[in-house]
Nanobody
């Protein structure tokens, strides 16, 4: 079993930056898919970014060029660098992983508790 704990959220003004961290503990693997989802104020769950098993990264179009996802495998930590934040980025951000490793694809079966990001105009 792997546990995920997010940190780094907060309140910023539009144009500001935040760096989210996700600490993984328990059973961890370099071959986990890992990523970030967010739940918006209108309760929509959106995929934000991920790193596939082969290291390939992907981004939702609205954050591409502004957000960067990365991993520090030695420290079992996932990051999301968020630059030029917009009010539309306001959401609860969740670190996710396929901790069960039950499929060849990324099955987002393991979620952290979330960290709130609020961007004001």
């Amino acid at each position: 079993e792997v546990q995920l704990v997010e940190s780094g959220g907060g309140s910023v003004q539009a144009g500001g930056s935040l760096r989210l961290s996700c600490a993984a503990s328990g059973y961890t693997s370099r071959r986990f898919c890992m990523g970030w989802f967010r739940r918006t104020p209108d309760n929509q769950r959106e995929w934000v970014a991920d790193i596939k098993r082969d290291g390939t990264t992907g981004y939702q179009y609205s954050v591409e060029g502004r957000f960067t996802i990365s991993k520090d495998n030695a420290r079992n930590t996932l990051f999301l660098q968020m630059n030029n934040l917009k009010p539309e980025d306001t959401a609860m951000y969740y670190c996710v992983a396929d901790g069960l490793n039950s499929t060849p694809w990324c099955e987002w079966d393991t979620w952290g508790q979330g960290t709130q990001v609020t961007v004001s105009s």
